[in-house]
């Protein structure tokens, strides 16, 4: 939801990932016609990392066993000059 946009900005959330296919409200909370508003204004003007479709289940399951929810994440992209989405190798170091 937009209001989400607020918080990220106060907060300086640095990315964000998702396990789904849209960080979006579904449906679009505007008018016919305008599809994911919400990319248009956390991706170029705020300059928010996302990344969609990610499969945390694994993640979740080793987080809940041992108790610790906290590691460093890396997902480097395929460097391409211009391009706007790329598949990913991610990781979650603890």
């Known amino acids: 939801a937009f209001e989400t946009l607020e918080w990220i900005q106060r907060t300086e959330l640095a990315a964000l990932a998702s396990d789904t296919w849209g960080c979006e409200v579904r449906p679009n ?3 016919a ?3 994911q508003p919400w ?5 170029p003007m705020m300059g928010m990392t996302m990344g969609e479709i990610f499969y ?3 993640l979740a399951e080793d987080c809940a066993a041992d108790k610790v929810y ?4 890396v997902g480097p992209a395929i460097p391409i000059t ?3 989405g ?6 979650a170091i603890k």
């Open 56 to 58: 945390v289940k694994e």
């Open 86 to 91: 790329s598949p990913t190798n991610p990781l």
């Open 70 to 73: 906290e590691f460093l994440f």
């Open 82 to 84: 211009g391009a706007v």
């Open 33 to 35: 016609g305008i599809n």
């Open 39 to 43: 990319h248009w204004i956390t991706i």
């Open 29 to 31: 909370e505007t008018e």
